[in-house]
């Protein structure tokens, strides 16, 4: 009897890390009767870290309505889980599936982060995780700061919300008189520095609607911005590891909540007790939509394959897709399935990408077969 341990990434806009694991169980189980199967959902920070959280140490959603990315009020959620942590996906005010048609950085806020930090915070959350993947904004968190307390000014003294297109106006900053009180750890699968030629503005802001000129704006900003934290707060982001990560987002968690940042794929896999699973575990099976050079890079096959490599586990990948700008051979994989040729619309995903996953998993199984 073999005992497999899958830990895949959600496929982004087509299945959840749940599904996935669901119907790579189904496939395996129909090859291998004998097989022992534990499914660990998991998520780097963006998509799926709330639902990776609560299948870990069980709890509930909270649906509070918030701010969105343009200032408008919007149904949004967190995890509540059952140990008191609260698990907040930025992504669920302030992702870029909420901005579909009116994408740009320059205008768009986290304000409505700073709502599900305080609203956590007020039921009683005796720590907080907050998740940075999948942002539309470039505010470097102060949009988060201003619902948080923290006030800032212009040149002529004048209160303002700053966005990604105002972080130059930014004269002072004023604090709140009490810091904030829950511990607050921000999960981030980049480490990207805040601005220059690998930071936020330059690496993220196009995919966010950003032209070049608004991509130099915008760094030009977070330049600033960073000036006036270490002047203002003694705060210095220059060589903070993912303080760019959610358009700034990482060095506006650390300076206004005193952020711990964290790969978000660690924690996650901390959560579940994967070292221990994984020591028992003939096979591990990891994956995501897309495997390219990012996938290398901090993301979650990374994660879980570094810390799968000190099991002596075999580990295996299926994912939507791949590129070859990257050799899956360096995260120790001994095969990679692919369950698409990447040249599908979303649209076609949606309806055949169960279908192909089921048979991509049924390859994997019937390798494993083979090989014993």
Excluded: W
Excluded at 114 to 134: D, F, H, K, Q, T
Excluded at 149 to 164: R, S, T
Excluded at 171 to 185: A, L, N, Q, Y
Excluded at 253 to 280: H, M, P, T
């Amino acid at each position: 009897m073999s005992k497999y341990v899958l830990v895949p990434d959600s496929f982004k806009g087509t299945m959840t890390s749940r599904e996935i694991c669901e119907i790579m169980q189904h496939a395996i189980e129909r090859i291998d009767s004998d097989a022992k199967i534990i499914s660990v959902p998991v998520a780097d920070g963006g998509e799926g870290s709330v639902d990776a959280f609560l299948s870990a140490l069980g709890g509930k959603r909270k649906a509070i309505t918030v701010t969105g990315p343009h200032f408008e009020k919007l149904s949004s959620s967190y995890g509540i889980t059952d140990d008191g942590t609260a698990v907040i996906e930025m992504s669920a005010c302030a992702g870029l599936p909420l901005v579909y048609g009116k994408k740009n950085p320059e205008l768009t806020t986290t304000y409505g982060v700073g709502e599900l930090i305080c609203n956590a915070a007020r039921s009683g959350a005796r720590r907080i995780v907050i998740g940075l993947g999948g942002s539309a904004t470039n505010d470097c968190g102060a949009g988060m700061a201003s619902e948080l307390g923290f006030v800032f000014l212009d040149k002529n003294g004048n209160a303002f919300v700053p966005v990604g297109g105002t972080l130059a106006d930014i004269e002072h900053i004023i604090s709140p008189k009490e810091p904030f009180g829950v511990p607050v750890t921000a999960a981030c699968d980049v480490t990207n520095p805040l601005f220059g030629a690998d930071g936020a503005a330059y690496v993220f802001a196009p995919q966010k609607g950003a032209n070049a000129e608004q991509v130099r704006a915008l760094d030009f900003g977070l330049r600033h911005m960073s000036k006036i934290l270490k002047r203002e707060l003694g705060f210095d982001s220059d060589n903070l590891p993912g303080a760019g990560a959610a358009g700034g987002l990482g060095a506006g968690a650390a300076a206004f909540l005193n952020a711990r940042l964290k790969s978000g794929i660690d924690i996650v896999l901390d959560e579940s007790g994967f070292d221990e699973l994984a020591k028992s575990a003939d096979v591990i099976v990891t994956g995501e939509g897309r495997f390219d050079s990012q996938s290398i890079r901090g993301k979650v096959m990374s994660g879980v394959c570094k810390r799968a490599a000190k099991s002596g586990a075999a580990v295996y990948a299926v994912c939507g897709c791949a590129s070859s700008d990257a050799d899956p051979a360096e995260l120790g994989i001994k095969k990679l399935f692919v369950s698409s040729d990447g040249t599908r619309t979303m649209d076609e995903l949606l309806i055949s990408c169960r279908r192909e996953l089921y048979a991509a998993a049924t390859a994997l199984a019937q390798e494993l077969l083979k090989c014993d």
